[in-house]
Nanobody, 124 residues
Framework: QLQLVESGGGLVQPGGSLRLSCTSS????????IGWFRQAPGKNREGLAC?????????MIKYADAVKGRFTISRDKNTVYLQMTSLNPEDTAVYYC????????????????WGEGTLVNVSS
């Protein structure tokens, strides 16, 4: 069974950068898509970026409009990264990675496996 673990969160000053990691383990037996999501205090969870797995027949990356140009998603073997730049206090949230099995997209309410999240706090 696929398991996901996030890391890399922490305190960062406004204007700074941070790289989050999502490491997967377990056997899925199929292709999947990995997405990064976040949930700020008092707000709904939102999708940020999505990338297909290495064994997907389609290689695809998508971003939410809110983070285009600032966040970059990438993968290396069993780890998916989210490079975040020009961070501001509005980026403060718990960041989650999640997997959608046998999928090329990352629908917020259609993800099959979730990590436990990592906190990013943007503050001076």
């Amino acid at each position: 069974q696929l398991q996901l673990v996030e890391s890399g969160g922490g305190l960062v000053q406004p204007g700074g950068s941070l790289r989050l990691s999502c490491t997967s383990s377990g056997f899925t037996g199929d292709y999947y898509a990995i997405g990064w999501f976040r949930q700020a205090p008092g707000k709904n969870r939102e999708g940020l970026a999505c990338i297909t797995s290495e064994d997907s027949s389609i290689s695809m990356i998508k971003y939410a409009d809110a983070v285009k140009g600032r966040f970059t998603i990438s993968r290396d073997k069993n780890t998916v990264y989210l490079q975040m730049t020009s961070l501001n206090p509005e980026d403060t949230a718990v960041y989650y990675c999640a997997a959608a099995l046998r999928s090329y997209v990352c629908p917020l309410f259609g993800m099959d496996v979730w990590g436990e999240g990592t906190l990013v706090n943007v503050s001076s």
